[in-house]
């Protein structure tokens, strides 16, 4: 963050969008625009309440539906206006997308076994987890560096999208990315920016009694 000390105390809040019908179906979601459940608004507006007692000073999220979504439950209660950028999508699958995540087992095994081992791969034929961060990291700076001092942002993505940005944010060379786990529906993470860069303060916060529904397992 250009070396200075006069932004230190802000904080970065990546919060994955509620429950869809897809995540439920374990469906590959990608870039595909769904929306969420009623379950899903539900957790929304649990976690909004959460994250509105942080005082955040601005919201950005994702364009597809159930990011906007999610995000205008923390508007709704926070009285800040959503930005929305589509470069906070989740990874595109190409092929994957659409599928189960045994179908994807059955017809993409190898290409699965790759990506599980860390290898960079372009699953269905889609985006490399690297160029998901290329994508949105940058984003999340841009927005993270007009905060005031001890300023909070709240970024309203994608599981997969959330894993490689935290990876990418922490400086963590992208093999190790995996070890980041998923996080569960409407849960978030939070950074926060110390002397040497960013630094992971809490992970998956938020946990329902409820298993990782998404695409980045």
């Known amino acids: 963050m250009n070396g200075s000390s006069s932004g230190r105390g802000r904080r970065i809040v990546l919060w994955r969008h509620g429950q869809t019908a897809w995540n439920l179906e ?3 979601q990608g870039s595909t625009d769904i929306e969420l ?3 899903g608004v539900g957790q929304a507006r649990r976690a909004a309440r959460l994250l509105a ?3 955040p000073d601005a919201i950005v999220a994702s364009d ?11 508007s709704a209660v926070s009285g800040l206006t959503v930005a929305h950028d589509a470069s906070l999508r989740e990874t595109y699958a190409g092929a994957w997308q659409g599928l189960t995540h045994q179908e994807i087992v059955e017809r993409f095994g190898e290409q699965y076994a790759a990506w599980k ?5 372009r699953r269905g034929g889609g985006e490399l987890e690297t160029e998901v961060a290329d994508r949105a990291a940058p984003v999340v700076l841009e927005h993270a560096e007009k905060l005031p001092e001890n300023g909070t942002l709240v970024v309203v993505s994608h599981g997969g999208t959330i894993r490689t940005t935290i990876g990418r944010l922490l400086d963590l060379e992208a093999h190790h990315w995996e070890g980041l786990g998923g996080l569960s529906n409407c849960c978030w993470s939070v950074l926060g920016e110390g002397a040497r860069g960013w630094r992971l303060l809490e992970h998956n916060a938020g946990t329902l009694p409820e298993p990782v529904l998404g695409d980045d397992d």
């Open 64 to 74: 597809l539906r159930r990011a906007a979504a999610t995000a205008a439950e923390l």
């Open 26 to 28: 374990r469906r590959f």
């Open 37 to 39: 459940t009623e379950a």
């Open 53 to 55: 007692s942080l005082k």
């Open 117 to 121: 081992r860390g290898e960079p791969v």
